[in-house]
């Protein structure tokens, strides 16, 4: 049959020749995703980068169909760290959640997002504190007001009056109801409970005696303060009654954080405490830096300081020994934030910025710096993480994007200004408040 064919086809023209290829080479294709089991053959697609897979969608039939399973995007979402993190995407497709974030991610790496400016009603006062969500913009200030802003279009709302003194500290929570409601503290010693958008203040708390600087809300129900009366307070805020003051600070509370029924709190005396909710009780003091501590982290596991010492020591939960003693930056270390794995084969992460300028991305497991990150010429003023990003603000006027996986630039983020005050943000939207030299 060989010879056969040979001496027929040394028989044929060009033409009739073409004619022949047309009619075998499709006998000749081997469609090897079909060859496989349909769990391999997700498995092979998984490792296909996005706009392949765009375009794989178009090569059969059969390959439409594998990439119309879920399967195939549920393998995608995990390996690219999409996971499905807000209860109203629970009932999204894995394959529009992946292609969803996907775009978002790329927004943010390319800058195809659009920016609005809010209008500046803050005056001469300057920003102490922001929060935002995917309704409002909040904003504190040093000038007694808390201004109010539509986070969809940027438009002000209105400004929220009753402090006395300059606002340092602000914390938003949302009710089952969908409502929300804003809780303020600052340089007149209250605690304000305001409900948001009308603004209506539903309690005002009395009985710190001097301004407080930090405050926190655990399940919607309760706040914790702190004071440089060196005092925490624990309060009932759905019914505005004082549950406990928390004594044994020898100056000043500067940061506390809140998980479970226990807070941490970092002080100027240089300790740190961590807390009971419910007893008011004192059950560890964190001895160790030599100066101010002036940030603090808390997942319910470690208790990580940041202080003027310029050291960072990270604290067990359970026993209140040092576990880890962290050495790097060359100033004070006035921002921390505890990163939790999202997938097995992640790390634990701690984010840590200074004001000598430098991020630094610390591995938890062998207490490493992986990261060294010459951010900015001057204190880092603001940062965040969220996924995989970081967000950093400074004196310098700068905010920059960052990678926590190599440690590089991704993009500057704003246009430079005289200095950066506040920022923060989410998935979608991010909220940079910052100095420009005429304003």
């Given amino acids: 049959k060989q010879l056969l064919i040979t001496e027929l086809l040394g028989c044929c023209d060009n033409q009739l020749l073409s004619q022949i290829h047309t009619l075998i080479a499709p006998k000749l294709k081997v469609d090897f995703l079909r060859q496989l089991p349909s769990e391999i053959a997700f498995q092979i697609l998984s490792f296909v980068d996005p706009p392949t897979l765009a375009q794989c969608d178009k090569v059969s039939g059969y390959w439409h169909s594998l990439l119309q399973d879920d399967t195939t995007w549920k393998s995608l979402c995990l390996k690219h760290h999409y996971c499905h993190r807000f209860p109203v995407l629970q009932s999204m497709s894995f394959r529009n959640h992946f292609i969803r974030r996907y775009k978002i991610e790329h927004a943010w790496a390319q800058d195809t997002g659009s920016i609005v400016h809010c209008p500046n009603d803050i005056g001469s006062g300057l920003v102490t504190s922001l929060q935002m969500d995917d309704k409002f913009i909040v904003v504190g200030c040093d000038n007694r007001r808390i201004e109010v802003y539509d986070s969809t279009n940027g438009k002000f709302i209105r400004t929220l009056r009753g402090h006395e003194g300059g606002v340092w500290a602000l914390q938003f929570i949302q009710l089952e109801n969908g409502k929300h409601r804003l809780i303020s503290g600052g340089c007149d010693r209250q605690v304000r409970v305001w409900d948001l958008p009308n603004g209506c203040p539903l309690h005002v708390l009395r009985g710190h005696t001097s301004t407080i600087r930090c405050l926190k809300v655990r399940d919607s129900k309760i706040a914790v303060t702190g004071s440089r009366d060196t005092t925490l307070r624990i309060w009932d805020i759905e019914h505005g009654t004082l549950k406990h003051v928390c004594t044994g600070h020898q100056a000043s509370v500067r940061c506390l954080e809140v998980h479970g029924n226990l807070v941490a709190s970092g002080s100027y005396d240089a300790t740190a405490r961590l807390w009971d909710i419910e007893t008011g009780e004192c059950i560890f003091v964190l001895s160790g830096h030599h100066s101010q501590i002036y940030a603090i982290a808390f997942d319910g596991i470690r208790i990580v300081t940041g202080s003027l010492d310029s050291n960072i020591r990270i604290w067990c939960a359970q026993t209140g020994k040092c576990i880890a003693f962290l050495q790097g930056h060359t100033s004070l270390v006035g921002h921390l934030q505890l990163l939790k794995p999202i997938t097995p084969s992640d790390l634990p992460l701690l984010v840590s910025g200074a004001s000598d300028g430098c991020l630094r991305v610390w591995n938890l497991e062998t207490n490493e710096c992986i990261h060294r990150i010459s951010a900015h010429d001057n204190s880092i003023t ?11 603000g400074g004196s ?44």
């Fill in 382 to 392: 603001c940062l965040q993480v969220e996924g995989k990003r970081i967000l950093s």
């Fill in 396 to 439: 310098d006027g700068q905010v920059k994007l960052w990678d926590i996986d190599t440690g590089h630039l991704l993009r500057p983020f704003t246009l430079p200004g005289k200095s950066v005050w506040r920022l923060q943000f989410n998935d979608t939207k991010a909220v940079v408040i910052l100095q420009r030299r005429s304003q």
